[in-house]
Structure formats: structure tokens, C-alpha cells
């Protein structure tokens, strides 16, 4: 411990009388010198001087926590009746603080630390709700916008305080998707195509040859580049991307590809029209398809510029047999080319090309380069991509379609294999079952009808749509229980109940579900919170103090004298029927 000395000698000048003092310790003692202070208010200079004179090796250490086998051994010695002084002296701990940890045990019956609240958050529950709601009718509402609509509110709090209460809702800021701007006459033809092809075998996707047109531009924005660099040298020509108007100068490319791999690809030199693409079509497209050795019957995929369907176009196609698949007009996002492009682009760019020569011939190097395997998966994941179609722009349809369509894209998202299907329908298929009574049993039936209960999806696909749903959401036992659409969410505080009520509303409520409020319900097993109420999207929720969950009663006090009687009265009833029965 540092050692604080009060001594008098007389110095004149301030400076003067530091140095003299630190000297003075410094000769004399064996230890590190420091001065508190050279002068006193009130006290004649010549008086006293406080110094601390310090050891070269002594430090103010923080108190170390007690280690758990430390913590345990005051409890036993507690309970062998020994005294806190006794017990302080035996394990070198202060009195107060084996008093502590003993009234610790005593209260919460273990040693452990406790979880800490910390600091209160500063948006209220409400104020949650209101930012959450704002955000969810209005995407494009500002962080400053929030800001505002707090602090009118009474509630003054930052913009990074905002993002992370949006956050944990499961809100993130994104870049808006840029999209072609869609009629509803387009609309309604993309899900016309989507649900026409829904149940379509992977199969009849293979075998078709997927073609389009795309311009390349040889200083365009193809890709994003991320550089590693100091501060302050954001412009040097290492760190920079080169742009010039009009891209610097573009070629058009037209090419097609398949499950089996990419097709040909070629550069139009001038403006095609409609003979310059059926002769196009001439030299690449039976030769691609000779090349992929694509079964017969295969089909060819173009979309419906003027020139593709020009009547001169349809007969040629005619003429030479080839099978064309209808396409829906402005529907670049239901074309799986689209996808290979951006490869394509993002590779060439990485060469930096420097004219367009280099250009042309890297696109042709890169495009022989690109894996079969992306092919093949391009095509292997186009039901969810008529899925997602019918989940994102099936808007305008009636409510008993929507609940019917909501169903099968549910279904569809967790249908990832062949695996899961085949369970399916192992679990529904040729199903025969008895019927058990007092009398006896009656001979097998086939079943024709499953459980309902109002709803599209049976009781086991129910699950494993919910299992999707809730994967964002839900948390490990106990802390959340499912059974279909039966959920038991555990929290140790209001506010986390409301936060996770409000997650889970959130993430249902955006994949066409809802929570029902009139049958949830909540309970308290800790006393101390029974006062107060929860509350969903601005309603009461209804406070139980026992409620059945799987057939059994769960009891607010931890008692289980319900459970038993119920169960018992049930085994009484059933051996009072076979009794009946068999009299």
C-alpha cells in the first residue's frame, strides 16, 4: 500500500519546492516518490506537505471474485453451523463477504451469479411497436424519420439505437431490388405461368435450352470491388475503378445454355432484327443442342421481343419443329440466363478488359469456363423460383385462394429433397387403420380423409412448415415448445414476453400467418410479476393461472395435484366403461 507522509520544511517557489520535496524522499528512502500536493489552502507556506512515497512494485489490484468451490465450501461450513467470523478466519474471506453470499443461498437457493438487466432500454415496448409498424407500412421510413416520430413522442434516442431495436424485430436496412416495372396484366401472366408449371417434374426443366440477349460494357458497373487501403488514400489509382461515359464502348451478346452445361454464344455486331435472329438461330441453335445432347423433344425458351414473336419468326420455328415454351412478357426474374450473365460479367470485369476486342474475347474465354454444375443448379432450383414468384406477386387474389396458395408455397419451401416428399407421402399413401372399441377391434379400412380442422396443410406437413417458418425465431428447449400450431414460448421478464410475442407475430405475419390473440394466453410462476399484464399488438392477452399444453395442466404455483386427479379420474372412467361393457 502506498504510504502517504505529512512533513514540514520550509520552500519557497512552487517548482522550486516540488523538485526539493521529490529529491528530498528520493535520497533518503528506498521507494518511488510522488507528490499529492505542494500547498494547503489556509496553511502558511512553511507548514505541511502531504507526499505519497510509493513501493517500485505495489499496485491498486482490483478485487478478485471468489472462485465457485469457494463459494461452495461458506455454504456447507454455513450449514455445519459455523459462524460468519469462524468461516471468514477459516477461508481468509471478510465477514461481510461471506455474509453476502450466504444470504444469496438463502434466497435463491445457489451461488452462482445471477443474470444482470443492466441499463433499461430506452424505447418502451410501445414505442417499439409504433417504429416497428411505421417501418412495416412504409419501407422506405428513414432513420431521422423515426428519430422525429420519437422524440414528438417524448422518447429522445439516437439513430444506432433505433437500428438495433429494428434489428432485433428482425428488421435490417437493405438496397431496394431494382425491378422491371410491372402492369397488372403482367403480373397476372407471371402467375399464371408460375402456377401452370408449379407441378411440373425437375425433369422437363432439364430438357429445356433457356436463351437471351445481354450488352457487356467494357468499363460498366459489372461487379463490386473492395480494396484494402490507409486513410486518406481512397483516390490513388490502386484503390479506384475507372469509369467513363457511356460505358466505354459495349457488345451485345446472344447465348442459351441448359442443365447440362452452357451453349453456344456469339457476338451481334450490328441491330438485330428479325432476320438476323432466326439466322442467328440457324447456326447456334441445333448445333447447341447437339453439343449439350439434349433428349428428344427438347424445348427452346426465348422471351417475347417483337422479333422473337414476329409471325416470320413463329413459322420458321414451325418449319423446323422446334418446340417453344409460352413465355409470360416482362419476366426477367422467371429466366434462369439472367443468373448465368452476372456470372459472366462479374468474371470478365475481374480481367479488366482495356478495348473491346479484349472484351469480346474474354467473354467467350469466360463463358466456355463456366461449371455445368451452376447449370444444373440454375435449373434444379426453378420450383422455388416459381414459388417465390407466386408468394411475392400472388397479392391480388381472393382470400380462399390466397389461403390455398399460401399452402402450397409453405409447402414448397421446406420440400428441399426428394427425401422429404417421399416421407410425405409415405406418411399419407395407401394409410389403412382400425377402429378400437369396448367390443372389440373392426377389420382394417383404408383411410380417404385426414384431419382438417379448416385448415390446407395436413397435421405433418403443418410441422414442418412451421419448423421454416419459426427457424429465424424460435430458440432452444425450454425456451420455446412447439407442436403444430401450438407454440410455448418461455421468457424471465415481461418485457421479453411482449418482444418475443412481437417477434414471433412479425415473422408469421409476413409470410400470410397471424397470432391469434383470443387463444393465447399467459402465466406468471413467479408471484412477484402477477400484476401486471402482456400485451399483443395493443391487446390485453387473456392471464391464466394454470393452462394445458399436450394434455397436460401446467399449474402457475408449480403444483401438480390437477394433473393428478385429472389423469386419475380418466383411469377411473375408463375401467368404469370395460366394467359396463362386459356386464
Known sequence: MP???????????????????????????????????????????????????????????????????????IVDLHQAGKTESAIGKQLGVKKSTVGAIIRKWK?????DNLPRSGAPRKISPRGVKMITRTVSKNPRTTLGDLVNDLQRAGTKVTKATISNTLRRQGLKSCSARRVPLLKPVHVRAHLKFAREHLDDPEEDWENVIWSDVTKIELFGKNSTCRVWRRKNVELHPKNTLPTVKHGGGNIMLWGCFSAKGPGRLIRVKERMNGAMYREILSKNLLSSARALKMKRGWVFQHDNDPKHTARATKEWLCKKHFKVLEWPSQSPDLNPIENLWRKLKIRVARRQPQNITALEELCMEEWAKLPATVCKNLVATYRKRLTSVIANKGLGESVLQGAKRRAVVLYEEVRSSREVCQSGADMYERSRTVVRCAVGQTEEFKVEVGLHQRSALSPFLFALVMDQLSEEVRQESPWTMMFADDIVICSESREQVEENLERWRFALERRGMKVSCGKTEYMFVNEREGSGTVRLQGEEVKKVQEFKYLGSTVQSNGECGKEVKKRVQAGWNGWRKVFRSSV
Open 107 to 111: 434466497t435463491y437457493k445457489t451461488t
Open 3 to 73: 504510504l502517504i507522509i505529512m512533513c514540514g520544511f520550509p520552500c519557497s517557489g512552487k517548482s522550486r519546492r516540488t523538485r526539493e520535496l521529490r529529491d528530498y524522499f528520493s535520497e533518503n528512502t528506498d521507494k518511488e516518490v510522488d507528490i499529492i500536493g505542494d500547498e494547503m489552502h489556509g496553511i502558511d507556506k512553511n507548514s505541511v506537505y502531504a507526499v505519497r512515497v510509493q513501493t517500485p512494485n505495489s499496485t491498486m489490484a482490483k478485487n478478485k471474485e471468489l472462485s465457485k468451490d469457494t463459494r461452495n465450501k
